[in-house]
C-alpha cells in the first residue's frame, strides 16, 4: 500500500479535527448536565455546543449556515 497519497494525509487530518470537535461536545454536555445537577444557569456553556453543533451541521451540509443566517 503506498503512504505517500497526497490527499490520505489531508483525510487523516481532518479525521483527528472531527475527533477533537466530537470529543468537546461531549466535555461540554457533560459539563452541562454536572452544572444543571447544582442548578447554575451558564449560557457560554450552551452557546458553545450550538456552535458545535452548527459546525457539524455544515460540514454535512453547506447550505445549513445559510439557512441560519436567514
Known amino acids: 500500500m503506498n503512504k505517500n497519497l497526497p490527499g490520505a494525509a489531508n483525510n487523516i487530518e481532518q479525521r483527528c ?3 477533537a470537535c466530537e470529543l468537546k461536545r461531549s466535555y461540554l ?3 452541562a448536565a454536572r452544572i444543571a445537577e447544582t442548578g447554575e444557569i451558564r449560557t ?6 450550538k456552535e458545535l453543533d452548527a459546525r457539524r451541521s455544515q460540514k454535512r451540509n453547506p447550505s445549513y449556515k445559510e439557512r441560519i443566517r436567514r
Open 17 to 19: 479535527i472531527d475527533c
Open 29 to 31: 454536555k457533560n459539563l
Open 44 to 49: 457560554e456553556i450552551t452557546q458553545q455546543l
